[in-house]
């Protein structure tokens, strides 16, 4: 059978509004996850253990279980609670409660790989604690934080089209879509695969640029 | 200037110091010697509150660190630090590291601790890498760094944890220039090293440590030339 992509030109904005439903979704999730885990993250590190126990035992079981099983839960588990949502929220919900434990954990790994010395250094020089980790911490932990949350929301990106399972229309909905239309199945497969591609290589691009010209100061540190 | 009387700490099971007694008179530089392991880092350490207390007192300038009333953090800005691995924060220029805790701590005029740091760095000769990021200078331009960070505060006390462990041989001597300048004009220093001969040159006092206990201290000339312990002896024809 002969390659002919010709079939799918009139399914392109399809495949392109598949495109944006994908990137929104994951972009709010990336947005409110992130914002998500710092709470989550300082819950897990605060001095109150049971609030801490809860951080961790959340962080836990959502990066032990399936993001697909979640979004089962979410769509067609919170209905038996007489709780409806449609796709779209399910998505962005279960995205972003999955998100935040990840990010929660990229942030205390970061922190964590901060030089000990440089705290103390702070101590010696008579500051209190608020102001190191203002001053001292914050930033080299950011340095380190920044790739694996780009790194992320990569993994998000390409997650969210686990969506299509509980017929979000993002991407992968509209490739299985057009290719039940055409049965140009390795076609669509191929144009939605490189568009997948596409956007995560100018994600990982960008993260770099921004990494060089944000952190300038690392150059030759190995924090 | 500073007192230690029968000072213990303990790391868990490990009874890391075990009664240590100590005066250091004002002016005076007092360079700690000793193996691995002796303490003597962990002595320098208690003396700026970086290690807790097991029992015994220290007073530095008539603050008892011993007690919880002291407030720590003025004790720190009167004992300045140096680390053995300079621990300059990465993300700030050179100036800035240098700024930081005047303008924060200390909460002196921008312009004031410009010009204060300004001149710290052109005193270790450094006012040309001002605008430079740590990462981007020497080990040994760094650690200097770090001592016009620690004098930024005006400690009355400096205290000096290995300074020169880190570095390489050749470079040893530009810090050791900079902390021989600073004994000369009547800093107080306490000095944790291995540089046995800056010790014999600028020290009024060696202290030498073993297992957790001074076993010998006096004039760089008694410790040096006629060590009168075992150990000390011991010690030294291992590194002379």
Redesign the interface.
């Known amino acids: 059978m002969a390659l002919y992509f010709g079939d799918l030109l009139p399914y392109s904005s399809l495949l392109l509004e598949g495109l944006w439903t994908a990137l929104y979704i994951t972009l709010v999730a990336m947005l409110a996850g992130s914002a998500l885990g710092v709470l989550l993250y300082l819950g897990k590190v605060g001095a109150r253990k049971p609030l801490s126990i809860l951080c961790t035992c959340y962080i836990e079981a959502i990066r032990n279980t399936p993001l697909l099983v979640q979004l089962y839960l979410i769509y067609f588990g919170l209905p038996a609670l007489g709780i409806n949502l449609e796709p779209v929220l399910a998505a962005l919900i279960g995205l972003t409660l999955n998100n935040a434990a990840y990010t929660a954990e990229i942030y205390r790994a970061g922190f964590e790989s901060v030089p000990h010395g440089l705290r103390e250094a702070g101590k010696a020089l008579g500051m209190k604690p608020a102001q190191i980790v203002q001053y001292i911490v914050l930033l080299p932990a950011t340095r380190n934080v920044f790739p694996a949350l780009t790194n992320q929301l990569i993994l998000l990106f390409l997650a969210s089209s686990i969506g299509s399972i509980i017929s979000l229309p993002e991407l992968t909905n509209a490739i299985m879509s057009v290719s039940n239309t055409t049965y140009r199945t390795i076609e669509v497969l191929a144009v939605g695969g490189l568009l997948y591609l596409g956007v995560s290589a100018l994600m990982s691009l960008a993260s770099k640029r921004a990494e060089t010209t944000l952190f300038r100061w690392a150059v030759g540190t190995h924090v | 200037m500073i007192f230690v009387e029968n000072l213990n700490k303990k790391f868990g099971p490990n009874h890391v110091l075990k009664g240590i007694d100590c005066h250091i008179r004002e002016r005076e530089v007092v360079c700690v010697i000793g193996p691995s392991g002796s303490g003597k880092s962990t002595f320098l350490r208690c003396m ?3 290690e807790t207390i097991s029992s015994g007192s220290i007073v530095i300038n008539k603050h008892r660190l011993d007690d919880s009333k002291t407030n720590i ?2 004790v ?2 009167e004992a ?2 140096v ?1 053995q ?1 300079f ?7 050179v100036i800035d590291n240098v700024m ?2 005047p303008l ?2 200390a909460k002196t005029s921008k312009e004031e601790a410009r010009a204060k740091a300004e001149m710290l760095l052109a005193k270790v000769g450094l006012a040309e890498k001002m605008d430079a ?4 200078l020497s080990g040994g331009q760094q650690q200097r760094v ?1 001592i016009a ?2 004098l930024a ?1 005006d400690p009355k006390i400096m205290l000096f944890d290995e300074p020169t462990s880190a570095l390489d041989p050749e470079i040893v001597g530009e810090v050791l220039a900079v902390m021989k300048d600073l004994a000369q004009e009547g800093m107080t220093m306490v000095v944790v090293t291995h540089e046995m001969g800056f010790a014999r040159e600028v020290a009024d006092r060696v202290i030498f440590m073993d297992q957790g206990r001074i076993v010998e201290e006096g004039t760089p000339e008694e410790i040096f030339s006629t060590p009168q312990h075992g150990r000390t002896q011991g010690f030294l024809s291992k590194v002379l």
């Open positions: 700026n509150g970086l953090n003025l720190r800005q300045g630090m680390f691995h621990n300059l924060f990465p993300h700030l220029k930081l805790a924060k701590v990021f740590p990462g981007n770090a960070r620690a505060m």
